[in-house]
């Protein structure tokens, strides 16, 4: 069976896996299908975690002011 054939017989298939595809990531990012949240990175409380991890005095003594 030669390749054009082939291609020509899977057609329809490889357009609606494509068409799945860009669906589901439309859908994915227009509706926001993953979680809302803080990022990476940041604290909830940033003043807590300040007051709960206080500097030690080697970096106290590097600050510049």
Do not use: Q
Not at 27 to 47: I, L, M, N, Q, T
């Amino acid at each position: 069976m030669p390749t054009s054939e082939l291609f020509v017989d899977n057609l329809l298939m490889i357009i609606c896996l494509i068409a799945l595809a860009v669906a589901l990531t439309f859908a994915v990012f227009h509706w926001r299908k993953f979680e809302d949240g803080y990022e990476k990175g940041d604290a909830s409380d940033p003043e807590k975690v300040a007051r709960d991890n206080p500097p030690d005095e080697w970096s106290r003594s590097h600050w510049v002011k």
